[in-house]
């Protein structure tokens, strides 16, 4: 199953969506964000970790434009 995280990046303090997978120990995400953007060493913190892409949609939409449209937009076009 996909997990999904949502980064916020240093300096610019725009919001990306890392992808990863769901473990019986928690959940892994990749060193770049889906838009390639942004690397996991950028980070300044999470504000959501390993949601499902459901979760991950409304949590994004509440954080509004913030959210990097490119990393969203995947959340939407992934059936
Ligand atoms: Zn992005």
Do not use: W
Not at 45 to 65: L, M, P, Q, W, Y
């Amino acid at each position: 199953m996909d997990a999904y995280t949502l980064k916020e990046k240093k300096n610019t303090k725009e919001l990306h969506i890392f992808k990863g997978i769901m473990t019986s120990e928690g959940c892994t995400s990749n060193s770049t964000s889906i838009c390639g953007k942004m690397q996991k060493t950028q980070s300044q913190g999470n504000i959501f970790t390993c949601n499902d892409e459901v979760e991950a949609r409304i949590k994004s939409a509440k954080k509004g434009r913030k959210v990097c449209g490119t990393c969203v937009s995947h959340l939407y076009s992934n059936y």
